[in-house]
C-alpha cells in the first residue's frame, strides 16, 4: 500500500528547522547528528524535505505500518534519500493524516531505518 493521497504530503519548515536538523532539541538532536553527517543543515532545509517528499511520492515506497491514534493514523514509509555528501541513506519516515485536517498528509519525522 502506498501512502494515501501522498501527492497531497508535505514538511512544515519549523519541523525540519527546530527539530529534526536542531543539535539542540531534546528529543531531535539524535536525529540532526545523523542528518548533518550526510551534509544536510540548516542552510538546506530545502534539499532535505524535497527528499522527504521524494520519498513519500515515490512507487517503490510502500507503506510499512499503520497506527490509529486519537488524532488520525499515522503513516510508517521506508526508503532512501539522496544526500548532499553524495551518499543514499535509508531512513524510516513517518506520515500523519489528522482527523481535523484530513486532506492534508503532514510529515512527522524520520530516522535510520
Known amino acids: 500500500m502506498k501512502l494515501p493521497g501522498r501527492d497531497r504530503a508535505f514538511v512544515p519548515e519549523r519541523k525540519l528547522t527546530a527539530y529534526l ?4 532539541h531534546p528529543v531531535g538532536r539524535a536525529k540532526a547528528r545523523f542528518f548533518h553527517r550526510f551534509g544536510f543543515d540548516a ?7 524535497d527528499e522527504l517528499l521524494a520519498l513519500a511520492l ?3 515506497a510502500d507503506v510499512a505500518r499503520t497506527e490509529h491514534t486519537a488524532y488520525g493514523t499515522k503513516y510508517v514509509v521506508d526508503g532512501s534519500l539522496s544526500t548532499p555528501s553524495g551518499d543514499e541513506v535509508v531512513v ?3 506520515w500523519m493524516i489528522e482527523k481535523s ?6 510529515f512527522v519525522t524520520a530516522y535510520p531505518a
Open 21 to 24: 536538523l536542531s543539535l539542540s
Open 43 to 49: 542552510s538546506n532545509t530545502d534539499l532535505l524535505r
Open 58 to 60: 515515490a512507487r517503490h
Open 92 to 94: 524510516r519516515t513517518v
Open 101 to 106: 485536517e484530513p486532506d492534508a498528509r503532514r
